[in-house]
């Protein structure tokens, strides 16, 4: 099983000529569809063919719903505070270029309380896969992390967005950690002291990549995603079952890609499910499972409804 903590949103997207300037009224095509980091993740997860609960904070609105709606759609168990806030909203406008411009109303989202996580937790087993990323509050996510470990479940953190900062505190708790090369640059800024630019990562080498992980977690796994470029896995000093090497990268599957929004959505909500799926293959196998299924989820637009239906 795979319970993801995280956020639910939902998504306005504007395509406009030219991103707004300060006092413009613009006009544009307006689109309207489910997001978040932690639902994106959950559907993936589910769409992975693992029985996948979704722990979050809606409001009382529409959006609510939507919530409701899609993850009975696809067969999620979803635990889901009921809060006085908001449904969280992201508005993002898209100009002829493909930058974007991103506000986050994270409304409920914010309003997630560690309590209601030790609840929607409480039967964690040693079988489970717990996954959270940064997009709640830290208490409720160090509560998840915290359950998993408890329970010996494996606790997966996606340290997203980067602009988010933890502390040495978040990062003990975690057993696997999968940031992306902005991610992991604010990341060996902060705890490792060192800069190095985001789009530096994926040309450092390995021993290098490899020391800078260790540094980050040194009691666990750390999985660098560097979109068309693959992936980069670095192990504690014992090999997972069936790895060979310590260290190592996989490449991207190769892939028509479209739209790679929610490709890091896509890996680690596969990943979850493989290493739940699988508890006993090869810790490389399952990186390749979650690169084959990011691959495909760029090969449609969208995040969470392009997640492809491949299972583990
Ligand atoms: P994020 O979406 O968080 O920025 P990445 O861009 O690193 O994450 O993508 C996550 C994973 O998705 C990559 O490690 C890779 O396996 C896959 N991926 C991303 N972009 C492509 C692409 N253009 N072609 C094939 N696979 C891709």
């Known amino acids: 099983r795979v ?11 504007w395509r406009v000529a030219a991103l707004p300037a300060p006092g413009a009224t613009l006009s544009g095509s307006y689109a309207t569809g489910p997001g978040g980091k932690g639902f994106n993740q959950a559907i993936a997860a589910r769409r992975a063919g ?17 919530a409701r709606t899609l993850c009975s759609n696809d067969g999620i168990d979803l635990r889901a505070a009921v809060v006085a806030d908001p449904t969280g909203t992201a508005g993002i406008y898209v100009d002829a270029q493909g930058r974007n411009c991103i506000v986050i109303g994270a409304g409920a989202n914010a309003a997630l309380a560690p309590g209601h996580v030790a609840d929607a937790l409480a039967d964690v087993t040693a079988a489970d896969v717990l996954l959270a990323q940064l997009e709640s509050p830290l208490g409720a996510i160090a509560q998840a992390l915290d359950a998993g470990r408890a329970a010996r479940a494996t606790a997966m953190l996606n340290p997203a967005p980067a602009n988010v900062a933890i502390d040495e505190t978040m990062l003990v708790r975690a057993d696997i950690l999968t940031p992306n090369e902005t991610e992991f640059a604010a990341l060996v800024g902060r705890h490792v002291g060192e ?14 990549l490899h020391a800078l992980c260790r540094e980050l977690l040194p009691h666990g796994s750390v999985i660098v995603t560097l979109g ?18 310590i260290c190592y990268r996989v490449p991207a599957e190769p892939a028509q890609a479209i739209d790679t929004t929610g490709a890091g959505d ?41 997640m492809p239906r491949l299972t583990v």
Do not use: K, M
């Not at 979050?56 to 609510?64: H, K, S, T, V």
């Open 50 to 66: 693992v029985e996948t609960r979704f722990v979050c904070a809606l409001g009382e609105d529409l959006g609510a719903q939507l």
């Open 266 to 306: 896509a890996f680690n909500g596969a990943l979850a499910a493989a290493l739940a799926q699988r508890p006993d293959s090869a810790f490389i196998e399952h990186v390749r499972f979650a690169s084959r299924y990011a691959a495909r989820s760029t090969e449609q637009e969208g995040a969470a409804l392009a």
């Open 228 to 245: 068309a470029s693959g992936c980069f896995v670095s192990h504690a000093e014992a090999v997972p079952r069936g790895d060979t090497a």
């Open 3 to 13: 319970l993801v903590v995280g956020s639910f949103n939902v998504d306005h997207v």
């Open 195 to 208: 800069r190095i630019e985001a789009d530096a990562v994926a040309s450092l080498d390995q021993p290098r």
